[in-house]
């Protein structure tokens, strides 16, 4: 149990393009997920708390208007990342808690985005 | 504001040899820590958590990390590694009653034979 899915898995796109990136809980409905970046060979960092049917929190730094999330079910949350550039290309990771835990993530597989 | 670091970037050793990979955090409050481990081009997977009671966690894949208060430390460990261990390690904390985790920089812990 406690399964979190992405999709895609991978994906290249042009520069300027916007690229949705879905986080789905199989198994339990999650009213918080949570969204990472990782750049090559470094940490996760935080992006923002999706929050089930109210806006997401985003992070110190992290630009609202370009990184659009929908949290408009218990178990799916999408990232958008709108006019896409380069600098954008990253392993983009969701995560959500069951609700039987205090805390401890599930995290998805994660999502590879290639902006040419 | 919590923090996690990582003292190692990379960890080189020998198959069957014991590591230990070491984890350090900043916190005010109680704190929640984990150790997931990320093999290539993948998500994280939980390894062993903390959240009360003995001090010592025991995790999957024969790991497992002991928490110190006094020298906010959580350490992990495993007496005898396999190639397959060859991976990236993260630490992470919550701080209690919050989900968000702060990660730290990571170890790449490579196996030789």
């Known amino acids: 149990g406690a399964v979190v899915s992405q999709h895609p898995s991978r994906v290249i796109c042009k520069s300027g393009t916007s690229v949705k990136i879905e986080c789905r809980s199989l198994?339990?409905?999650?009213?918080?997920m949570f969204w990472y970046r990782q750049f090559p060979k470094q940490s996760l960092m935080l992006m923002a708390t999706?929050?089930?049917?109210?806006?997401?929190?985003?992070e110190q730094g992290v630009e609202k208007d370009k990184f659009l999330i929908n949290h408009a079910s218990l178990t799916l949350s999408t990232l958008t990342v709108t006019s896409a550039h380069p600098e954008d290309s990253s392993f983009y990771i969701c995560?959500?808690?069951?609700?039987?835990?205090?805390?401890?993530?599930?995290f998805g597989p994660g999502t590879r985005l290639l902006v040419l | 504001a919590q923090s996690v670091t990582q003292l190692d970037s990379q960890v080189p050793v020998f198959e069957e040899a014991p590591v230990e990979l070491r984890c350090n955090y900043s916190?005010?409050?109680?704190?929640?820590l984990f150790w997931y481990v990320q093999y290539p081009n993948q998500g994280l997977q939980l390894l062993l958590k903390?959240?009360?009671?003995?001090?010592l966690v025991k995790g999957i894949n024969g790991f497992e990390a002991e928490f110190n208060k006094s020298q906010t430390s959580f350490h992990l460990r495993k007496p005898s590694v396999h190639i397959s261990d060859t991976a990236e390690y993260f630490c992470?904390?919550?701080?209690?009653?919050?989900?968000?985790?702060?990660f730290g920089q990571g170890t790449r812990l490579t196996i030789n034979p």
């Open positions: 999706s929050n089930e049917g109210s806006k997401a929190t985003y």
């Open positions: 995560s959500a808690t069951p609700p039987t835990r205090v805390t401890g993530e599930e």
């Open positions: 198994d339990f409905q999650a009213t918080t």
């Open positions: 916190s005010s409050v109680s704190v929640y």
């Open positions: 903390y959240l009360s009671g003995s001090t």
């Open positions: 992470a904390v919550s701080e209690g009653g919050a989900q968000k985790l702060v």
